[in-house]
């Protein structure tokens, strides 16, 4: 009875150090940890990694920044806050607009394999057109302004989401968009914007 008691003590402190161990931790985005204030975020990724700023809204909850991204010039990284305490939650990449279909095409498959190479298998991969557009009917990029072409592919981690997808751009183009979702602060602006709504009624 002793020896059966002393057995299942172990295996109660084994399943808590095993809980303990894997203890969620913030994603770092090229090697800066997605845990502080947006200006603080962004002053380092603009001292360490040579960004420039391109923009900035008045409540300074969001910075767009450009430069290089994954050997790619002319990306645009958009650092996104929740909205009390502009702690950072998201960020996105956003690549240089292309004009053809089979351009935009060609860099998310890029990306895609890039990805999957040091991720393995995403948690999620779509690729279709919404009727009557599809596939290498001549009119994929006026899908993509419509909102009826759906490429997109997530991978799920205990730190991060992350998500490769077709974006609308600007004068009938396209961009592949990449974004970041770290998983303690994306439940910490869904707990701040839950207070705002509370507070408001």
Not at 37 to 50: C, P, T
Not at 59 to 79: H, M, N, R
Not at 95 to 109: G, L
Not at 130 to 142: A, F, K
Request: glycine share 6%; with cysteine; net charge negative.
């Amino acid at each position: 009875m002793r020896f059966i008691l002393s057995l299942l003590m172990c295996l109660i402190s084994f399943g808590v150090f095993a809980q303990e161990s894997k203890v969620i931790k913030h994603y770092s985005f090229l090697g800066i940890e997605m845990n502080m204030k947006v200006d603080e975020f962004a002053i380092k990724l603009i001292q360490e990694k040579g960004y420039e700023v391109l923009y900035v809204p008045d409540d300074s909850t969001a910075y767009i920044l450009g430069g290089q991204f994954a050997g790619i010039e002319d990306c645009k990284i958009f650092v996104l806050g929740t909205p009390k305490t502009k702690t950072v939650w998201k960020v996105a990449v956003s690549f240089p607009d292309k004009k053809s279909w089979y351009s935009v095409k060609s860099d998310y498959i890029k990306l895609v394999d890039s990805y999957k190479k040091k991720y393995g298998k995403p948690d999620i991969h779509k690729e279709f057109f919404t009727s009557p557009y599809e596939d290498g009917d001549g009119y994929e990029m006026t899908a993509i302004s419509l909102e009826k072409c759906h490429y997109i592919t997530i991978f799920e981690k205990d730190d991060v989401m992350i998500g490769i997808n077709i974006d609308n751009g600007n004068n009938r183009t396209a961009h592949v968009m990449v974004t970041y979702e770290d998983i303690i602060n994306k439940k910490l602006t869904e707990k701040e914007k839950n207070e705002i709504i509370d507070d408001d009624i």
